[in-house]
C-alpha cells in the first residue's frame, strides 16, 4: 500500500468517529428537548387538573356550609367529617374539617389600632413565654381571635396576659383548660360564663370576649377523593377556608347563610388508605 493511501485511511478513521460522536449529541440533545416538552405539556395538564378539580371542590364546599344548620363545629362528626358526596363514576369524596384557629394570628396588617395592640402584645409574651416553640404556635390568616378549643395554654395565657398586662390572666386560661380537659370541647355559653365569672374588669371581659372564640371562622381543609378501586390510593387535597355567617332579612330573617373564602389548596403527594388516616378529635 502506497504512502498516499495509508495518509488517507489514517484520516479517515478519526472522521468516522467524530461523525458518531456528532451523531450522538444530536440525538441526545433531540431527544431532552423532547423530554422537556412533555414533561412541560405534562405540567400544563397537571395544573389544569388541579384547578378544575380544587374549584369543583371549592363550590362543593360552599354548597355544603350554606345547607348546615348551626355551627360549622356541630355540622362535624366525632372523626371531623363535614360529608360524603358520591361523585361521577362512582368516587367518593369525604370532607374534613378541623379548627385552624388555635394558633395566635401573627399577620396583623389591617386590624384597628386596638386590635393591633392587643396582638402585638399577645405575640411579645408567646415568644417571651416560649422563644424556641413561638412560631408553631402562630398562623398568617384568619380573624384576631383564638379558638378556647384548640390553642395551645401559652397562646391563652398569651391573650389574657396582654388583656389583663398580666393580672388574673393566668386564672382564666388555667379554668378555660380544665374546662377544654374535662368535657372535651367550650361552647360559646361555656366561654361566656368563665368570662363572666373571672376576676376580669368589665372593659378586659370585652376585651376577652373579642380575643377569644368557641365559634372559629378559620378551618383547616381535607378532601380525601377514593375511587374505590382495588388498592388505588385515594386522592387528597388541603386547604383553608374561612366561613363566615351572615343572616339574610325579610321574610328569610331566620334563614342562616353562609359565605366561604378558600384558600392555600395544596395536593398531598402520598395518601394512607382509609384505615390508616388518623384523625384526631374534632369540635
Same mark, same amino acid.
Not at 478519526?14 to 422537556?36: D, F, I, K, S, Y
Not at 398580666?166 to 383548660?177: E, H, T, V
Given at each position: 500500500?502506497?504512502?498516499?493511501?495509508?495518509?488517507?485511511?489514517?484520516?479517515?478513521?478519526?472522521?468516522?468517529?467524530?461523525?458518531?460522536?456528532?451523531?450522538?449529541?444530536?440525538?441526545?440533545?433531540?431527544?431532552?428537548?423532547?423530554? @422537556?416538552?412533555?414533561?412541560?405539556? +405534562?405540567?400544563?395538564?397537571? =395544573?389544569?387538573?388541579? *384547578?378544575? &378539580?380544587?374549584? /369543583? %371542590?371549592?363550590?362543593?364546599?360552599?354548597?355544603?356550609?350554606?345547607?348546615?344548620?348551626?355551627?360549622?363545629?356541630?355540622?362535624?362528626?366525632?372523626?371531623?367529617?363535614?360529608?360524603?358526596?358520591?361523585?361521577?363514576?362512582?368516587?367518593?369524596?369525604?370532607?374534613?374539617?378541623?379548627?385552624?384557629?388555635?394558633?395566635?394570628?401573627?399577620?396583623?396588617?389591617?386590624?384597628?389600632?386596638?386590635?393591633?395592640?392587643?396582638?402585638?402584645?399577645?405575640?411579645?409574651?408567646?415568644?417571651?413565654?416560649?422563644?424556641?416553640?413561638?412560631?408553631?404556635?402562630?398562623?398568617?390568616?384568619?380573624?384576631?381571635?383564638?379558638?378556647?378549643?384548640? @390553642?395551645?395554654?401559652?397562646?391563652? +395565657?398569651?391573650?389574657?396576659? =396582654?388583656?389583663?398586662? *398580666?393580672? &388574673?390572666?393566668? /386564672? %382564666?386560661?388555667?379554668?378555660?383548660?380544665?374546662?377544654?380537659?374535662?368535657?372535651?370541647?367550650?361552647?360559646?355559653?361555656?366561654?361566656?360564663?368563665?368570662?363572666?365569672?373571672?376576676?376580669?374588669?368589665?372593659?378586659?371581659?370585652?376585651?376577652?370576649?373579642?380575643?377569644?372564640?368557641?365559634?372559629?371562622?378559620?378551618?383547616?381543609?381535607?378532601?380525601?377523593?377514593?375511587?374505590?378501586?382495588?388498592?388505588?390510593?385515594?386522592?387528597?387535597?388541603?386547604?383553608?377556608?374561612?366561613?363566615?355567617?351572615?343572616?339574610?332579612?325579610?321574610?328569610?330573617?331566620?334563614?342562616?347563610?353562609?359565605?366561604?373564602?378558600?384558600?392555600?389548596?395544596?395536593?398531598?403527594?402520598?395518601?394512607?388508605?382509609?384505615?390508616?388516616?388518623?384523625?384526631?378529635?374534632?369540635?
Amino acid at each position: 500500500m502506497s504512502t498516499l493511501a495509508r495518509h488517507r485511511g489514517a484520516f479517515a478513521l478519526p472522521l468516522a468517529l467524530l461523525l458518531v460522536v456528532v451523531c450522538t449529541t444530536m440525538l441526545a440533545v433531540m431527544l431532552q428537548r423532547h423530554g @422537556a416538552d412533555q414533561r412541560t405539556a +405534562q405540567r400544563q395538564i397537571d =395544573a389544569y387538573a388541579f *384547578g378544575h &378539580a380544587t374549584r /369543583g %371542590l371549592s363550590e362543593a364546599l360552599n354548597l355544603l356550609a350554606q345547607r348546615k344548620q348551626g355551627t360549622i363545629g356541630q355540622a362535624l362528626d366525632r372523626d371531623g367529617k363535614l360529608a360524603d358526596l358520591r361523585v361521577a363514576g362512582g368516587e367518593v369524596l369525604s370532607i374534613y374539617l378541623e379548627d385552624g384557629q388555635g394558633p395566635a394570628l401573627s399577620n396583623l396588617s389591617g386590624l384597628g389600632q386596638e386590635n393591633f395592640t392587643l396582638g402585638r402584645d399577645l405575640l411579645r409574651r408567646l415568644v417571651e413565654a416560649s422563644p424556641e416553640d413561638a412560631t408553631r404556635m402562630t398562623r398568617e390568616e384568619g380573624p384576631l381571635s383564638v379558638s378556647v378549643n384548640t @390553642a395551645p395554654e401559652a397562646v391563652l +395565657q398569651a391573650a389574657l396576659g =396582654a388583656i389583663t398586662g *398580666g393580672g &388574673a390572666a393566668s /386564672g %382564666l386560661a388555667g379554668d378555660i383548660a380544665a374546662r377544654r380537659r374535662a368535657e372535651g370541647f367550650i361552647d360559646e355559653e361555656g366561654l361566656r360564663n368563665l368570662i363572666s365569672g373571672s376576676e376580669l374588669s368589665d372593659e378586659q371581659k370585652q376585651r376577652a370576649h373579642a380575643l377569644l372564640t368557641a365559634t372559629p371562622t378559620l378551618w383547616r381543609v381535607r378532601a380525601v377523593l377514593d375511587s374505590g378501586r382495588v388498592r388505588a390510593q385515594p386522592v387528597e387535597y388541603r386547604a383553608w377556608a374561612i366561613f363566615v355567617r351572615a343572616r339574610a332579612g325579610g321574610d328569610r330573617a331566620n334563614m342562616v347563610q353562609r359565605s366561604v373564602a378558600i384558600f392555600g389548596w395544596e395536593r398531598v403527594a402520598e395518601v394512607p388508605y382509609p384505615d390508616e388516616m388518623p384523625m384526631g378529635d374534632a369540635p
